[in-house]
């Protein structure tokens, strides 16, 4: 009888030492929770950091690509004789318009003398004049003047000089820019020139004396 050990007790006992197995490896593997958890917030602190690092980076490229066009450095070409300057031309939209200068403007819709339904104005260096959604006109303001003389001899087409203003004029497409002074500084204009005065014994005189 005394050697005797019932199953139920045998069970329990090996109950008892699975238990104490558990116990002991709980409390081996015990030290090592920390560090797991550390390496694991420290983990998500770096990328944590990284991604807001990215996105200020990305902040700071499209700021950058964002900056100011200075309007006051006039940048010209031709294109099959359009007139560009800073990119814009006649006949352009608002959101061209918008896309390539940006959105550092203002709104107007009535100014005495002019027919626009639309005006939009880069803080008083540049408006530009909209007629049913297209670009009609637009003035610079304040043009520094080297680098309209730069602009005005460099280029190899249709010029003149009637005094002091001078006028790059394209007869296929009939834009005109003309420059002159004020008392506010030099004013860059580019428009269409009206038809009825290109005709005129003026104009074409203008044209066979130009440079």
Do not use: C
């Not at 005094?163 to 002159?180: G, P």
């Not at 506010?184 to 203008?206: C, M, N, R, S």
């Amino acid at each position: 009888m005394n050697n005797y050990t019932p199953t139920e007790i045998k069970d329990l006992q090996a109950i008892k030492q699975r238990v104490m197995h558990n116990v002991l490896q709980e409390i081996e593997r015990g030290p090592q929770k920390p560090i797991y958890k550390w390496r694991f917030i420290m983990l998500s602190a770096i990328l944590t950091i990284s991604s807001i690092l990215f996105i200020v980076n990305q902040m700071f490229i499209i700021d950058k690509h964002a900056t100011k066009v200075d309007l006051t450095e006039p940048i010209f070409y031709e294109e099959q004789g359009l007139f560009y300057l800073h990119g814009i031309t006649l006949g352009d939209s608002p959101s061209k318009l918008m896309e390539t200068l940006g959105e550092n403007y203002t709104t107007e819709f009535f100014e005495d003398g002019n027919n626009a339904d639309l005006i939009l104005d880069y803080e008083g260096d540049a408006r530009f004049y909209f007629v049913q959604g297209k670009l009609k006109s637009l003035i610079l303001m304040g043009v520094d003047e080297r680098r309209f003389d730069e602009v005005f001899t460099h280029y190899n087409g249709t010029k003149f000089t009637n005094n002091d203003t001078r006028f790059i004029y394209s007869s296929e497409t009939s834009h005109i820019i003309k420059a002159e002074y004020t008392p506010y500084g030099l004013y860059v204009y580019l428009v269409y020139i009206d038809p009825d005065f290109a005709k005129t014994k003026e104009f074409l005189d203008q044209l066979n004396n130009s440079d």
